[in-house]
């Protein structure tokens, strides 16, 4: 069995070819509504660093004097009109299929991609690209993608701003024109209790993001994997250079940190926060939460950190687990 931070300094040998590297499951989502002056257009244009005439309202919004994006494309279901693959064709038809004042004229998600150094660009752009045609353009909707890189001086940091826009019709595109009915059947199934949201939407496509990046991960050799257990979800604070001391977002950030660092000394806290996205886990599982949530992540372990440790493992939610053949220990662990 591991003592706490072992595994952390293993994986620091690299003659032992341990890749440390941890992806994030964050992605934030939302739809462009006109109720709040939002612009299916506009944000087509912000997000591909392009130019964009709205017919509807007669704006032109320019954005080419911002960084072009790493990569962009438009992503057409089967079936769809090639003229579509133009941005301004696209967004201009989705504003035009939408008559209410208050309609919703696209979804937006943000993906966080993974900055580790054993990722290349085609990788973070193969992850979006996939994740876009998986779960939107296989299923009768066009997707926007845009790629946009960290800025210059960020790109060699594993926390750099990679991240990934993409702009998602609300209705399936057949042919020439959109389909009568919003695709509400594609929306994520959000658990309820009550009448109310146990899960918001955009947990729910986090979620659903950990997955795509973990089995990428897997068919491509690499030992990377999502870092899901948090057990408070932390806020994609954007580059360096963003983070001024005071700022509103990064005083939140450090309070989710104290938060975590408190629940990292609760053993029932750790025990939920190790089975929340997984049945099981595995003494090497503890020591790397322990020492993340903990502050301790690459130092040495402190007392309290082994008294935590401990005290996990003689819970009385715990249970050991053993090969159903020989009984043997199974060195992994869940809860009652």
């Not at 209705?171 to 594609?186: H, I, P, S």
């Not at 715990?318 to 009984?327: F, S």
């Amino acid at each position: 069995m591991h003592s706490p931070g072992m595994q952390n300094a293993a994986c620091r040998r690299q003659e032992q070819g341990h890749v440390c590297g941890l992806a994030i499951e964050f992605a934030r989502a939302r739809y462009i509504s006109r109720a709040s002056g939002g612009s299916a257009v506009r944000s087509a244009a912000y997000n591909g660093r392009d130019e964009i005439a709205a017919e509807r309202t007669g704006e032109v919004f320019y954005f080419r004097h911002r960084d072009a994006p790493e990569y962009h494309t438009v992503l057409l279901p089967e079936g769809a009109a090639a003229r579509f693959a133009q941005a301004g064709v696209l967004w201009n038809a989705a504003e035009t299929a939408e008559r209410r004042k208050d309609a919703q004229v696209a979804r937006e998600i943000v993906l966080a991609l993974p900055a580790n150094a054993e990722l290349s660009t085609e990788d973070r752009i193969a992850l979006a690209r996939s994740f876009a045609e998986t779960h939107f353009v296989s299923k009768g909707l066009a997707a926007q993608l845009d790629v946009h890189a960290p800025h210059e001086g960020d790109a060699e940091n594993e926390r750099a701003n990679w991240h990934a826009h993409l702009l998602i019709t609300t209705r399936r595109l057949e042919g020439e024109r959109f389909n009568a009915k919003k695709a509400r059947d594609l929306d994520p199934e959000v658990r309820l209790a009550g009448g109310r949201a146990l899960v918001s939407d955009g947990a729910v496509w986090g979620e659903l993001w950990r997955e795509h990046q973990d089995q990428y991960f897997r068919e491509h050799g690499l030992e990377t994997r999502v870092d899901a257990r948090a057990t408070h979800a932390q806020e994609h604070i954007g580059p360096v250079r963003m983070r001024v001391a005071g700022a509103e977002i990064v005083e939140w950030a450090e309070t989710i940190r104290r938060a975590n660092q408190a629940a990292a000394a609760d053993p029932e806290q750790v025990l939920a926060a190790l089975t929340r996205n997984n049945a099981t886990f595995t003494a090497r599982d503890l020591d790397r939460y322990l020492a993340k949530q903990s502050g301790q992540d690459g130092r040495d372990v402190t007392p309290e950190i082994v008294a935590v440790w401990a005290a996990v493992l003689k819970h009385g939610d715990l249970v050991p687990l053993h090969d159903r053949e020989t009984g043997a220990p199974a060195e992994r662990f869940t809860t009652r």
